[in-house]
């Protein structure tokens, strides 16, 4: 009897034992687990916070006015990004920066020349654009024109500004590429001592940055022995939506000669062809509405002009869908009607987000073929020759 009472007493201690050792590995198990999880946490949040401080660089940069800070914080945005991993990359988001801010490809810099050179001469045509940060798009646009100036007046210097700080930023931070602003390029002329200065602006019309371009040159006035301010490229505003003249002509023949170049789908008369413009709430919008008369007055029916901005009213996206489809178009071409082929050609009319011009087409459920041309006025070589007759009647 006794040594039955110890066998069993003994049975019991192993199944204690037994029962000590699961839960003891099971607990071992579990703190496992909870560690694994609080490491991967902690090494997202680290991520995260790698990320948001790449962020606040670039939203740092993201501004329009250049302070003595400007290159060394180009330098350290830049820096800082490039010793993000991969996925860190993926996870920069701020007011205004994203992973496309350093991370698109948008071609090769080496290619574009910023034309910030010293030893200018006398003599000195300063072309004037708002800029883009699409290499490609400003090598080929904004050099386009740029040659073009150069090679019909090789007795003047040709010289780049840009009017987007922003732009300027993006392109030193990114590509290690220095262009001009307004004051720099003014500034770089008077220590050149140049004597006769011509402004040739890109931009499309009499608008508000044309009108702030014009109030700093007036400022530099003194500076110079002659002073010329030449037209943009659509010329002088009219007073009335009907009123057109040479310039709207001329680029109206070309763009439309150059869209219908590209589209080898199908035959002109079965397509609308839509041209994207910025839009402005300035008193130029008219512009917009001229160029709109000016393709009519030429015979071309099925030639639309719009705006991102949809200013003037008739020129939204909207207000387009609803003339194409009144008018039975089932094909349709979008081009921009800007100098360059930048962000809004290849996000507001190319993009696919759902407020893209090519999404809101699409999604109207209204035509059968939906074609993107991105390509910008400042490529077509009668585009270019115009600027190059404006020169030529500031300099006279």
Known sequence: MKKKTVLLLVAALCITMTAGCGAGDANTQKTATENKTESTESAKSEDQKAADAVAALIDAIYVQERTDETDAQCEAAKKAWDALTDAQKELVEGQYADPDYFGRDTGDASLDDPLNQDEIGDNEILVVSFGTSFNDSRAKDIGGIEKAIAKAYPDWSVRRA??????????????????????????????????????????LMHG??????????????????????????????????????????????????????????????????VFMGHGTSHQAKVTYTQMQTQVTALGYKNVFIGTVEGEPEETSCENIIAKLKEAGYKNVVLRPLMVVAGDHANNDMAGDDEDSWKSMFTASNAFDDIQTQISGLGSIEAVQQIYVSHIADAIK
């Open 208 to 273: 508000a940055e044309y009108d702030e371009m014009s109030e700093l040159v007036e400022q530099y006035r003194d500076k110079f022995e002659s002073v010329k301010i030449s037209e943009p490229l659509l010329g002088e505003v009219g007073a009335t939506g009907e009123d057109t003249n040479k310039d709207k002509e001329a680029v109206a023949k070309a763009i439309i000669g150059a869209a219908s170049e590209e589209n080898t789908k199908l035959s002109d008369d079965e397509v609308a062809f």
């Open 162 to 203: 840009f009017t987007a700080q922003i732009i300027i930023n993006h392109v030193q931070a990114r590509d290690g590429e220095k262009i001009d602003n307004m004051q720099q390029a003014l500034e770089r002329a008077v220590a050149n001592h140049v004597k006769n200065l011509v402004v040739q602006p890109t931009h």
